[in-house]
């Protein structure tokens, strides 16, 4: 079992960064992929990056690439979401998953196995 906690959420302007961060606790998350999703109010939830503990490949949405950068921290047991260059269309509940599925790293929500409960991001124009 595997207990997720995300933190860094908050509100900001248009184009400042917030570093968004997820504690693993209850196993070693080095043998599984991580995701960051997001959900905006009346939306479904979707994929923002992804990465592979073991190798480091990292994926991300279209819409974040080149402003967001995901990263793990062996030592913590975390990955982390550097958001740069934030927009008004980030605002969103953001939360990070484990996927315990062997094979390519996946973007559906549906092929991760534990969630945590969600950091409030919210961007200001």
């Known amino acids: 079992q595997v207990q997720l906690v995300e933190s860094g959420g908050g509100l900001v302007q248009a184009g400042a960064s917030l570093r968004l961060s997820c504690v693993g606790s209850?196993?070693?998350?080095?043998?599984?992929?991580m995701g960051w999703f997001r959900q905006a109010p009346g939306k479904e939830r979707e994929f923002v990056a992804a990465?592979?503990?073991?190798?480091?490949?990292?994926y991300y949405a279209d819409s974040v690439k080149g402003r967001f950068t995901i990263s793990r921290d062996l030592a913590e047991n975390s990955v982390s979401l550097q958001m740069d260059s934030l927009k008004p269309e980030d605002t969103a509940v953001y939360y990070c998953?484990?996927?315990?599925?062997?094979?390519?790293?996946?973007?559906?929500?549906?092929?991760?196995?534990?969630w945590g409960r969600g950091t409030q991001v919210t961007v200001s124009s």
């Open positions: 998953a484990v996927s315990t599925a062997v094979g390519d790293t996946s973007r559906r929500p549906a092929d991760y196995d534990y």
């Open positions: 209850g196993q070693s998350l080095r043998p599984y992929a």
């Open positions: 990465m592979k503990w073991v190798g480091g490949l990292k």
